[in-house]
């Protein structure tokens, strides 16, 4: 395994955690990562730094920030977050992942990258239920806002530093982890 390749996986996997708290968001920042040629992608999934693609990221990646500071409609989309999220963080990895066979690239895309993505936006999504459930969503927007925020750090650090990304994302995983199982211990 070169290199290459590594950073290639820790860009997918920081991507797809950022994945978890929005999203558009590193999809778009991936779009533009290409569009300025800061990072390369495989032949096939190129189309990602054309034009089209990244006006039409950058516009839902805008109507996405925005739902998520209205609230209920943000728990509406937090049903759909999950599928959608592994489906995006499965997408991220097969992007950016490189020189590998297509059977690894598909187990290291849909383990790492869709499990990463949909473990987040579980957790994400159980935190903003807690904040509803608590506040009556009064303190939903104040999620959304550290959501967004940490999705764009995440972007920028797995763009530009993507091995520092990986190690956020175990960090992160680490963390949830620690949450569930207190939450479990705690539910007994």
């Known amino acids: ?13 920081g991507l797809s955690a ?3 708290f929005r999203v558009f968001l590193p999809l778009f920042a991936l779009s533009l990562a290409a569009y300025f040629d800061v990072w390369q992608l495989n032949e096939t999934w190129e189309w990602i730094g054309s034009t089209a693609a990244l006006i039409t990221l950058g516009v839902a990646t805008i109507v996405e920030i925005c739902a998520y500071f209205i609230p209920y409609i943000d728990n509406l989309l937090d ?4 599928p959608l999220a592994a489906l995006a ?20 895309a849909i383990i790492a990258g869709g499990g990463t993505a949909a473990a987040v936006a579980g957790t994400s ?3 903003r239920l807690a904040s509803t459930a608590t506040t009556g ?5 104040l999620v959304s806002i550290l959501e967004t925020g940490t999705s764009v750090v995440m972007s920028v650090i797995s763009i530009f530093l993507p091995i520092l990304a990986a190690v956020l994302v175990i960090i992160i995983l680490f963390v949830i982890f620690k949450l569930y199982k207190k939450f479990k211990f705690q539910n007994q």
Request: aromatic share 4%; hydrophobic share 50%; net charge negative.
């Open 125 to 127: 999504g159980t935190t």
């Open 137 to 141: 969503g009064l303190a939903n927007p």
């Open 79 to 82: 049903s759909i977050a999950i």
């Open 89 to 108: 963080g499965t997408a991220i990895m097969l992007s950016t992942v490189a020189d590998l066979s297509p059977v690894i690239t598909w187990a290291l």
């Open 1 to 13: 395994m070169t290199f290459e390749t590594i950073i290639s996986i820790c860009l997918g996997v």
């Open 18 to 20: 950022s994945v978890g």
